[in-house]
């Protein structure tokens, strides 16, 4: 018989997960990487003109993606914006471009290295901009979980599939092991896909996107979920809870969206009466179970584009998006909150400012090529299998 694995085992927002704008940094994943180059300052009022000026020096040689969590002053030079999804997809479709400015993270931009043509050169402004839950699984983290599934007789009847937040050194073992990737917005296509393809399902790394997915979409319980702590001997599970196991969920989650817990929830409801929650998927199971609506960025989007004058609606994902569509609905009388009391950036995300894109546009501009993002061809082969994989999904 499994042991159910609860979130409560594992995700309390930790000292790291609140990561005040500038004040603390994710060390795991803000490699403290310097600008190789001269910041322009901050405080130069000429920013944004710089920037559009370089840019239309540029043309159409860039295309200028951006994610929705980025800061407003970034996003406004988006040709652009998306979920992760949308952007992976989007990213390709510019085949003339020859640089594609990614503003979002380090996982993104390998993606659209992987999907792009390979005269094209992506550039992440800033090469700090990695993401803590990518960096929840390493290779030989993941190599050698296979080798666990191996001795216990059960990885043939394994499938991998990964959530886009990972690296591309793990979308490549998908990949080569008959997976596929999936996002927040299509995790539920992927799974079913999946389980055509095999028994079981490994997913990486992303825990609550796993197990929000499995329960609330694909109708398995609790008990059909384990949890793969790689940090324990054989993930901390036996060969008989592997083998009874239908979701073999990594042990990952997002800081951000782990900060939001059930007594958001329930002191949301108590002060805004008939206030509709919407919650990302990456939100722990008790949040997405206790909320009224859960979607990627984009369906959040939508749905408030949707929602009619005079609602209410609290938002569980990051806060650069939660403020912005606060700003945009609230002419049309629609009150828009974010869901926890405590501010929350993602702040990687935010290393992306607009010094950075100035610099990054302004050099590309000069000829100079800079913090280009560059997939090995051997990594590149198996990880464009998945994402491949991914891009055909229903
Ligand atoms: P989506 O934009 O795909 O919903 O993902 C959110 C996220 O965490 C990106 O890092
Ligand atoms: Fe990674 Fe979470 Fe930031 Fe998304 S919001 S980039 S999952 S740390």
Avoid at 171 to 186: D, L
Avoid at 205 to 219: C, E, F, K, S, W
Wanted: proline share 5%.
């Amino acid at each position: 018989m499994t042991t159910a694995q609860t979130t409560e085992l594992d995700v309390q927002p930790s000292p790291l997960a609140l990561l005040l704008l500038g004040r603390e940094a994710d060390p795991r994943s803000e490699r403290g990487v310097e600008c190789p180059g001269d910041l322009p300052s901050p405080s130069d009022p000429d920013l944004v003109e710089r920037a559009r000026a370089a840019k239309e020096k540029l043309g159409d040689k860039v295309f200028v993606l951006g994610h929705h969590y980025q800061r407003d002053e970034v996003i406004q030079f988006a040709d652009v914006t998306g979920d992760s999804f949308k952007l992976a997809r989007d990213a390709a479709a510019r085949p003339e471009a020859e640089y594609i400015v990614f503003c979002g993270v380090h996982f993104m931009a390998e993606s659209a290295d992987i999907l792009t043509s390979d005269d094209q050169k992506v550039v992440l402004p800033d090469l700090a901009a990695g993401c803590s839950m990518a960096d929840m699984a390493t290779a030989e983290q993941v190599a050698e979980c296979w080798d666990v599934l191996t001795e216990a007789g059960i990885a043939e009847q394994v499938v991998p599939v990964s959530y886009m937040n990972s690296s591309a050194d793990i979308k490549a073992f998908t990949g080569k092991h008959g997976g596929t990737i999936c996002t927040s917005s299509n995790a539920k296509n992927a799974l079913e896909w999946a389980f055509e393809q095999g028994e079981k399902v490994l997913f990486l790394p992303d825990q609550h996107l796993g197990r929000n997915t499995a329960v609330r979409d694909m109708g398995l319980s609790l008990e059909d979920c384990v949890l793969y702590n790689p940090h324990k001997p054989n993930g901390g599970l036996t060969a008989e809870q592997l083998r009874d196991a239908k979701m073999i969920l990594w042990r990952g989650h997002c800081s951000v969206h782990g900060r939001f817990s059930l007594e958001s929830v329930e002191d949301v409801r108590a002060r805004i009466p008939g206030v509709n929650v919407l919650v990302h998927p990456e939100c722990r199971h008790e949040v997405v179970a206790a909320a009224d609506y859960v979607g990627s960025t984009e369906y959040i989007i939508k749905a408030l584009e949707a929602a009619p004058a005079g609602s209410k609606w609290a938002i569980g994902t990051e806060l650069n998006l939660v403020r912005r569509l606060a700003n945009r609905f609230a002419p049309e009388g629609k009150e828009i909150v974010f869901l926890d009391k405590t501010v929350c950036f993602c702040s990687t995300m935010n290393r992306i400012d607009l010094p950075h894109l100035v610099w990054t546009l302004e050099s590309l501009a000069a000829g100079k090529l800079v913090n280009r993002i560059e997939v090995d061809p051997e990594t590149e082969k198996y990880a464009k299998l998945a994402l491949e994989r991914m891009l055909a999904l229903p």
